[in-house]
């Protein structure tokens, strides 16, 4: 576990009893002192950025930067529940262009997954919410406290997000029987002689995408001369069209 020290004691305390990080609340974000001396100890630590403004805390970021210690900063609203009206998303990419250096979190006071699950699709990688082993509990922050169900819930779609968001923009391996069927190939759209200048009128893209010329073609074909008689519905090849060099399809 890690914890959160509020004072230069518990600060001292904690490393005595060799926590692995120290968590860093929104009240002391901007105790420059303070977090000098747990950055002292040399461990990551995470912080919590509620109530400060970007410029408000560059000089605490300046402090984790010299002291060349891993850390993470969490946007975080402080209020209990935190309603959408003033949750912050845009807070994490604003975290994420002044401070390249961090690791972006979320520290999530709203109710519900919805605010957290977002923060992830915009970069987070770091989700700190108030747990309880049941909401039927008295407490200040049970509001926003998940039950072991809805974290389950949280940490198992984050994941999911998180795996997507590093997907590029390319056709995936499992979808290639799917492109193969639902493309269109060129296909002449009424029988035309040997010889015959092709027009727009005389051809057009009918699935399954499995002929030699993709629709992204169409206009390259428009003015070739065909080398044979084709039939409607007949799917073109490159050696139809005189004068026109084979492309791949995309």
Known sequence: YISTPFSRAAADFLNDIGVSAFKIGSGECNHVPL?????????????????????GMRPSVKALDDSGVDYALLE????????????SL??????????????????DHSIGPEMALSAVALGACILERHFTDTRYRKGPDISCSMDPAELKFLIDRSREIHTALHNPKVRTAPEEDVYRFARGSMVADRDLPAGHVVTPSDIWARRPGSGEISVQHFDRLVGAKLTRAVKRNQQLLWSDLDGVKPQANS
Do not use: W
Not at 35 to 55: C, E, L, N, V
Not at 80 to 86: N, T
């Open 35 to 55: 977090i000098r001396h747990i950055a002292s100890f040399g461990r990551p630590i995470i912080m919590s950025t509620g109530m400060q403004t970007i410029d």
């Open 76 to 87: 975080c609203t402080n209020l209990y529940p935190s309603p959408p009206e003033i949750v």
């Open 90 to 107: 845009q807070g994490i990419t604003e975290l994420k262009s002044a401070f390249p250096r961090a690791v972006i979190g979320f520290s």
